[in-house]
């Protein structure tokens, strides 16, 4: 989303990986980005399955959860889903990345620090490579609006070519409170702005959640800690509204699964992976509130209704 406005689609130059923990699985997994061709957009890759790899084409129809993060599947295998997808997500799109192969061997994505920087700094230690093929992008055409209880994300028409996020989150917790911040997210504002900003949690949570079979791989080496109104790592925090940093980060890596880029102005109050995801089905549910668009200017557009975006069945979430 950072090189919206650049005509020609982007991959790696070479294959890059690493290993870390599920946040909520706490097993160990390997990740491996590898380059994809052009138009294939970005692609999951369950491995270490019986019978072999399943491929799960990262999309807005392929979620299948986002209780606690974006999960990943197919019809009729909850054995190949791929949980906590959002922040490499969010790392390839800020940093322009259109076709990658992501191969991950357990059940979701490592957490690394719980930020979407050890990824940026993978991919730019495997380069990027231009494509030849034009790359396109989602034009907003109407006002989009989704919302449960005063939470919303609404999806607005906007002239820039750079995708524009207003966040406002609000927590009774008094480390966080309310707060709000907007990004346009020109080329380097994701890597300055928002990578380095980590998942949060609050200790009063965390028995609950193991007991759910969730969250058995969070610690204060990969989340913020929040105990009441004290911070519980050693290091405080990385920017004084770290929290709504990383809500914008989720949102860019959620939206990402457009499969193209947005063109368009998002404004979202007190909302999560669950209302990022609906923001997106009801943008396909009609053809008439966007069209596909070469970004190369002066191309042609096709509306909606030609665009495969919109083709697939939605699935719960």
């Known amino acids: 989303?950072?090189?919206?406005?650049?005509?020609?689609?982007?991959?790696?130059?070479?294959?890059?990986?690493?290993?870390?923990?599920?946040?909520?699985?706490?097993?160990?997994?390997?990740?491996?980005?590898?380059?994809?061709?052009?138009?294939?957009?970005?692609?999951?890759r369950r491995t270490g399955l019986p019978g072999g790899p399943v491929t799960i084409p990262a999309?807005?129809?392929?979620?299948?959860?986002?209780?606690?993060?974006t999960v990943l599947g197919v019809p009729g295998r909850p054995d190949a889903q791929v949980g906590t997808v959002e922040h490499l997500l969010a790392a390839l799109?800020?940093?322009?990345?259109?076709?990658?192969?992501?191969?991950?061997?357990?059940?979701?994505?490592?957490?690394?620090?719980?930020?979407?920087?050890?990824?940026?700094?993978?991919?730019?230690c495997a380069g990027i490579a231009v494509q030849d093929a034009p790359r396109q992008v989602i034009e907003i055409l109407r006002p989009v609006r989704v919302e449960e209880g005063d939470a919303f994300v609404?999806?607005?028409?906007?002239?820039?070519?750079?995708?524009?996020?207003?966040?406002?989150?609000?927590?009774?917790s008094a480390a966080i409170r309310r707060q709000s911040r907007a990004i346009r997210l020109t080329p380097g504002a994701f890597k300055a702005e928002l990578a380095r900003a980590r998942t949060f949690g609050f200790a009063e949570?965390?028995?609950?959640?193991?007991?759910?079979?969730?969250?058995?791989?969070?610690?204060?080496?990969?989340?913020?800690?929040?105990?009441g109104a004290t911070v519980l790592n050693a290091g405080g925090l990385r920017y004084a509204d770290e929290f709504v940093r990383h809500k914008l980060l989720d949102a860019?890596?959620?939206?990402?699964?457009?499969?193209?880029?947005?063109?368009?102005?998002?404004?979202?109050?007190?909302?999560?992976?669950?209302?990022?995801?609906?923001?997106?089905?009801?943008?396909?549910a009609d053809p008439a509130n966007y069209r596909l668009v070469d970004a190369l200017p002066g191309a042609s557009v096709r509306d909606g209704a030609s665009a495969p975006i919109a083709a697939a069945a939605a699935a719960p979430v």
């Open 1 to 44: 989303m950072a090189e919206a406005s650049l005509p020609a689609q982007r991959t790696l130059k070479a294959p890059i990986g690493c290993t870390g923990i599920g946040l909520h699985s706490g097993r160990k997994v390997a990740l491996t980005l590898r380059p994809a061709p052009e138009g294939s957009g970005i692609v999951v």
């Open 59 to 69: 999309r807005w129809d392929h979620v299948v959860d986002t209780r606690r993060s």
């Open 93 to 124: 799109a800020g940093s322009g990345i259109d076709n990658v192969v992501a191969e991950v061997d357990g059940p979701e994505m490592p957490v690394m620090d719980g930020s979407a920087a050890p990824f940026v700094f993978l991919i730019e």
């Open 154 to 172: 609404t999806l607005l028409p906007d002239a820039s070519p750079w995708l524009g996020i207003d966040m406002e989150i609000e927590f009774a």
């Open 205 to 227: 949570e965390i028995e609950a959640l193991r007991e759910a079979g969730l969250a058995l791989g969070g610690s204060l080496a990969n989340a913020v800690v929040l105990r």
């Open 252 to 284: 860019v890596g959620d939206l990402a699964l457009a499969g193209h880029r947005l063109r368009a102005k998002v404004v979202a109050r007190r909302a999560g992976h669950r209302l990022n995801n609906l923001a997106l089905r009801a943008l396909f």
